[in-house]
């Protein structure tokens, strides 16, 4: 009997929908899409994941009318979601960067950002950063490269020294080489350049909890991502380990090939990357 009223409610609500109501429903159902795209794989992700299990649990304990944990479930969503608003700043912060971020590249149509000659000047700046990863990763000289995605990183260019220069297994040697003025600090690279160098990066958010064997440069590059959807590579001064740092991620033990791949996908259009060795490999 209680499925055959639940049967009837839902073909009475279905009997009084219109074709705008189709629209709203689409258009929100496609926000959600965007908005679960935009945090997968990051904290918030997390974050969500636990309000959404908390929210079930609520309405699965009214149906039963379980008043006690009802009740509970209830307090701890009207004071918790304030709670995790503040414990969750950053993340929430970054996450309405990124929404801000994919609705400027919806309404760019394709331009600017994502043009032939900045794609081959990516390609090449690509090719230059991997063999200088290498080359110190060899000579266990230590490194810190930024590459500036869709968040600019004013603040923090600001505080280096300009360069404009054109990346260069020479230039990125004469940069990192220690003992020299722009050794310590990061290369910051804009649109397949070297923009500015011995740029100071913010702190991580949680410095306290993150492990005591790394360096300044890996907590630095933790800090930058956790400020910015840029890429941050680090290679290690006592190790010569390659890192990637990428929302407040720091990923290690990177080949060249292995880091090729993720600035392909990260900066240049991977459809054209893939093109590109396809027909490498025909020729």
Request: charged content about 25%.
């Amino acid at each position: 009997m209680k499925f055959h009223d639940i049967t009837d409610a839902f073909l009475s609500i279905l009997s009084t929908l219109e074709f705008k109501d189709f629209i709203d429903m689409g258009i929100l159902a496609y926000i959600i899409y965007i908005a679960l795209k935009l945090i997968r794989e990051t904290r918030a992700g997390q974050l969500v994941k636990g309000i959404m299990f908390l929210v079930g649990a609520y309405f699965l304990s009214k149906y039963l009318k379980l008043k006690v944990i009802e009740y509970l479930l209830k307090g701890t969503l009207d004071i918790g979601l304030i709670a995790m608003i503040i414990l969750f700043q950053p993340e929430l912060r970054r996450a309405l960067e990124k929404f801000g971020r994919a609705k400027l590249d919806i309404l760019s149509f394709g331009f600017g950002q994502g043009s032939d000659s900045l794609t081959k000047k990516w390609e090449s700046a690509i090719e230059s950063i991997c063999d200088s990863c290498v080359e110190l990763s060899a000579t266990c000289t230590g490194a810190l490269i930024v590459v500036e995605r869709q968040v600019k990183l004013g603040e923090q260019i600001e505080t280096g020294t300009i360069m404009n220069a054109i990346p260069s297994k020479e230039v990125f040697g004469n940069i990192f080489y220690p003992k020299t003025p722009l050794h310590d600090g990061a290369v910051i690279m804009r649109d397949g350049i070297i923009l500015a160098a011995a740029c100071f990066l913010p702190k991580p958010q949680n410095d306290a909890i993150i492990n005591k064997k790394l360096g300044s440069r890996h907590r630095a590059a933790i800090g930058m991502s956790e400020n910015s959807d840029a890429v941050i590579i680090v290679v290690s001064e006592e190790t010569g380990q390659i890192s990637v740092a990428m929302n407040g991620v720091l990923t290690r033990d990177y080949t060249r090939e292995k880091l090729k791949n993720l600035l392909y996908q990260t900066v240049t259009d991977t459809k054209n990357h893939s093109d590109n060795e396809r027909s490498k490999s025909e020729k």
